[in-house]
């Protein structure tokens, strides 16, 4: 299939901090200084280990002020095969994280749900979430994975995407092991906003701590704008955040 060459249309604004607090500091100001613009914003949230310093700095700062309480909150992705009360479901895990602690009513916190109900169909969830998602997300918090995938667009992803079904790569499920009690366990497949949805979004706030993520950032920032980094579809965005720690910029010009 041929895609032509999109437009760039801004360049991201990149912040380097020292390390990931300092990293974490940067975007739960993003993050709050959105929802005191806007009470009632839409949020689109990350699971992983970067937006954790974010999180628990949000959760210390704002629990008990109601501030979030009116937020509707997005996730990115959800596995497939995992019920939402499985501890390891993104459903769960950011409720324990984030959204419980801060108040949002679990009815306001939407993810793909692939694998119950109606949503056996999977390409149903995927066409119910792309519904809910409308013309995107106020801001749309980001990590990146170390083969340049945002959400679970791995690379090979075209970027105009909507909410899909995809294949987890060896990479990405070796990573993300650590959150399971086996290697095994790890779910083969997932439904993820595309990058056609992440780029709905108004404002695009990708946050990337550590040595690991440098050569996957500086394909996403510098690289060519092309699905083999589907990180390089930032830059047709007009309004991207880039926060990085020293580490994460080791490799940029
Ligand atoms: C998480 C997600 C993924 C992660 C990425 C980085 O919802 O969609 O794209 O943001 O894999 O993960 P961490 O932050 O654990 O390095």
Redesign the pocket.
């Known amino acids: 299939m041929e895609h032509p060459a999109p437009a760039v249309t801004g360049e991201p604004q990149v912040v380097v901090v020292d390390d990931a607090a300092a990293a974490g500091r940067i975007v739960a100001a993003t993050i709050s200084d959105t929802v005191r613009r806007a009470p009632t914003c839409r949020l689109g949230l990350?699971?992983?280990?970067?937006?954790l310093p974010a999180y628990r700095l949000l959760v210390a700062e704002l629990r008990g002020t109601g501030a979030f309480a009116r937020v509707q909150a997005f996730?990115?992705?959800e596995y497939v095969g995992l019920a939402a009360t499985d501890p390891a479901s993104?459903r769960a895990t950011i409720r324990r994280e984030l959204t419980d602690e801060l108040g949002v009513p679990p009815a306001s916190v939407h993810a793909p749900d692939p694998g119950s109900g109606r949503h056996a169909d999977l390409d149903a969830a995927c066409a119910d979430y792309e519904r809910l998602l409308g013309d995107g997300v106020d801001l749309q918090l980001?990590?990146?994975?170390r083969n340049g995938?945002?959400?679970?667009n791995e690379p090979g992803t075209p970027f105009d995407t909507t909410t899909h079904v995809v294949t987890l790569s060896d990479t990405?499920r070796a990573?993300?092991a650590r959150f399971f009690p086996t290697p095994e366990a790890v779910p083969t497949h997932a439904v993820?906003q595309g990058l056609g949805t992440i780029r709905r979004a108004r404002h695009l706030l990708l946050a990337a701590t550590g040595a690991a993520?440098a050569d996957a950032v500086a394909a996403a920032l510098e690289g060519p704008l092309d699905v083999s980094c589907p990180a390089s579809a930032l830059r047709l965005h007009p309004r991207v955040t880039v926060v990085l720690d020293r580490a994460a910029a080791g490799a940029l010009s």
């Open positions: 990350a699971t992983g280990s970067t937006p996730l990115l992705d993104y980001l990590g990146i994975g995938h945002l959400g679970f990405t990573d993300n993820t993520k």
